[in-house]
């Protein structure tokens, strides 16, 4: 796993304060964590037990973090490019668990479906409803959808 580190701050989201967006790099600290997932189906289970396992390190229960990383990684894997990787960072202060996944951008043709269509509406409000503010970051290698999750 690789650390996170958060170049660009993003103001005037839900919550009303700046939040700081990923770019990978060598790991830090263990407060930042990236992971890259394979562009499949089977992704989702596994940003989920790989973020399980973080949380465990963390001393983290929220199975809200847990649902987010499988709404976003599910997102990526049906509507998104390759490559794919599962960011997570816990703020230093506050009870906090910022979500990221980055993905290739979007695609013409979308990807094998994880989820039914009828499935496929509830994602947005998952996020919308467990996470205190989310967001989308286009950027030259692709996007990162986000979320901050109190946990």
Same mark, same amino acid.
């Given at each position: 796993?690789?650390?996170?580190?958060?170049?660009?701050?993003?103001?005037?989201?839900?919550?009303?304060?700046?939040?700081?967006?990923?770019?990978?790099?060598?790991?830090?600290?263990?407060?930042?964590?990236?992971?890259? !997932?394979?562009?499949?189906?089977?992704?989702? $289970? *596994?940003?989920?037990?790989?973020?399980?396992? #973080?949380? @465990?390190?963390?001393? =983290?229960?929220?199975?809200?973090?847990?649902?987010?990383?499988?709404?976003?990684?599910?997102?990526?894997?049906?509507?998104?490019?390759?490559? !794919?990787?599962?960011?997570?960072?816990?703020? $230093? *202060?506050?009870?906090?668990?910022?979500?990221? #996944?980055? @993905?290739?951008?979007? =695609?013409?043709?979308?990807?094998?479906?994880?989820?039914?269509?009828?499935?496929?509406?509830?994602?947005?409000?998952?996020?919308?409803?467990?996470?205190?503010?989310?967001?989308?970051?286009?950027?030259?290698?692709?996007?990162?959808?986000?979320?901050?999750?109190?946990?």
């Amino acid at each position: 796993m690789y650390a996170t580190e958060y170049n660009t701050i993003i103001t005037g989201q839900t919550g009303g304060e700046g939040v700081r967006v990923p770019a990978p790099r060598p790991p830090v600290d263990s407060n930042d964590v990236t992971e890259a !997932l394979d562009h499949r189906p089977q992704a989702v $289970r *596994t940003a989920r037990h790989a973020a399980q396992a #973080v949380l @465990d390190e963390w001393q =983290v229960a929220s199975d809200a973090v847990l649902l987010v990383v499988s709404e976003l990684v599910t997102n990526a894997v049906e509507h998104a490019a390759p490559p !794919l990787a599962l960011h997570l960072h816990r703020e $230093r *202060t506050g009870s906090r668990v910022w979500v990221g #996944v980055t @993905d290739g951008g979007p =695609v013409e043709t979308e990807g094998t479906r994880t989820t039914s269509r009828a499935d496929d509406e509830h994602g947005p409000t998952i996020v919308d409803t467990l996470a205190e503010t989310h967001g989308t970051r286009t950027h030259p290698s692709g996007t990162t959808h986000w979320a901050r999750i109190a946990a």
